[in-house]
């Protein structure tokens, strides 16, 4: 199984993308991963909000197989504690036999296809974060879930 973690364009904050390099290395470590960039939607200004969600959404499931288990980062998807996280990762890990796809939408979120392709949609907070900051927030988890699952010092809790 591998972790794929599937993000819309290029990181816009050079210190943003120093973190996502960070967790992406550190990431390695722990398990088979793989971060895969869409290209931008072309002329997105020209669009509105319902046909640019529509031509990400067309993007992201071009780049998902019918064996990946596809995770929204949504903001209305599950809320949990990085301990409930890692544990909710490693049941997952067990049980699915496709990889685990992990998706940041674009600025607006998903469109319908794609919700109705996922598998499960997990929250990482009640706040809004941009989702280019998203990106590094949840490296950070998913690289904070692998330190909890080996009982290393990372998780002080």
């Given at each position: 199984m591998k972790i794929k973690?599937?993000?819309l364009g290029k990181t816009a904050f050079p210190d943003v993308k120093v973190?996502?390099?960070?967790?992406s290395t550190r990431l390695q470590h722990y398990c088979s991963f793989e971060r895969v960039e869409i290209p931008d939607v072309k002329?997105?200004?020209?669009?509105?909000q319902d046909q640019l969600k529509k031509k990400e959404g067309e993007l992201i499931l071009a780049k998902v197989s019918p064996t990946d288990h596809l995770i929204l980062m949504d903001e209305n998807g599950l809320h949990q504690t990085s301990v409930e996280f890692a544990q909710w990762l490693d049941k997952k890990q067990m049980s699915?036999?496709?990889n685990l796809l992990f998706v940041i939408g674009g600025a607006y979120g998903f469109s319908e296809a794609v919700y109705e392709r996922a598998n499960a949609k997990l929250s990482l907070s009640k706040m809004t974060?941009?989702?280019q900051m998203v990106r590094m927030i949840f490296l950070e988890q998913l690289y904070?879930?692998?330190t909890i699952l080996k009982g290393e010092p990372y998780h002080h809790s």
């Open positions: 973690f599937l993000v973190g996502e390099d960070r967790y002329n997105p200004k020209a669009l509105s699915v036999n496709g974060f941009s989702h904070r879930a692998y």
